[in-house]
């Protein structure tokens, strides 16, 4: 391996599980407006579209007074602690791995800059990554390709040195977008990636040392 090969990761539900946080807050604020809680599954289709969409559907509220709504919910997010088991499986191995094979690790999410890092604090994995791109420091979110090309710029490599690892639609549409290939890891939200268009599949985390091969 060489340091030229690229590896991006989004953060939710690929590598790590914030459902829970996401759901008890949000269930809080939905008693509060005398509405039903829902389960933590309910919300699974809405956690890669980013805070306004997460919460306009994750409450019932419009999209036009989300302001007051998404503010609540980011200040309590950022007051509760994310639980040290949220990693998913394999995580710490192979991010361990591949920094010390001196592969690039990049992140990038829809979720803001501030709760993102304050997740990777909390989970510990915060250092493992050089770059990140997080919602708001663009001005379009993902699938946008200028995510992705914000990572590629930043460590001046070529698309055939690059690939992602993701959970959802969001992902998949991103990596096709960037001509970069797809890594599929189905147990976080997956909101319907087409496996037909799928490059890989992962179910543990220590899988992708073995797919470094697919870039060169």
Not at 153 to 181: H, I, R, T, W
Request: net charge negative; proline share 4%; with cysteine.
């Amino acid at each position: 391996m060489n340091a030229s090969k690229l590896i991006i990761y989004d953060l939710d539900g690929t590598l790590v599980d914030s459902a829970s946080v996401v759901a008890e807050i949000l269930n809080e604020i939905r008693t509060e407006l005398g509405k039903s809680p829902l389960s933590k599954e309910d919300f699974y289709p809405w956690l890669s579209l980013g805070g306004e969409d997460l919460v306009a559907n994750g409450l019932g509220v419009s999209q036009k007074n989300i302001s007051s709504y998404l503010t609540e919910f980011r200040h309590r997010y950022m007051n509760q602690a994310t639980p040290t088991d949220c990693v998913y499986d394999g995580v710490f191995d192979s991010l361990e791995y591949l920094k010390k094979a001196n592969v690039y690790l990049a992140l990038c999410t829809n979720k803001p800059r501030a709760l993102a890092e304050k997740v990777l604090i909390d989970s510990g994995l915060k250092g493992y990554f050089e770059f990140i791109v997080a919602g708001g420091d663009l001005p379009n979110k993902k699938p946008h390709p200028s995510n992705l090309f914000s990572c590629q710029n930043y460590f001046g490599v070529c698309s055939e040195q690059m690939m992602l690892v993701g959970d959802s639609k969001v992902d998949q549409e991103l990596a096709s977008n960037s001509n970069v290939p797809f890594i599929f890891y189905p147990h976080g939200y997956d909101d319907g990636v087409d496996v037909k268009f799928v490059c890989s599949r992962i179910d543990n985390h220590k899988d992708i040392i073995n797919l470094c091969k697919l870039i060169s």
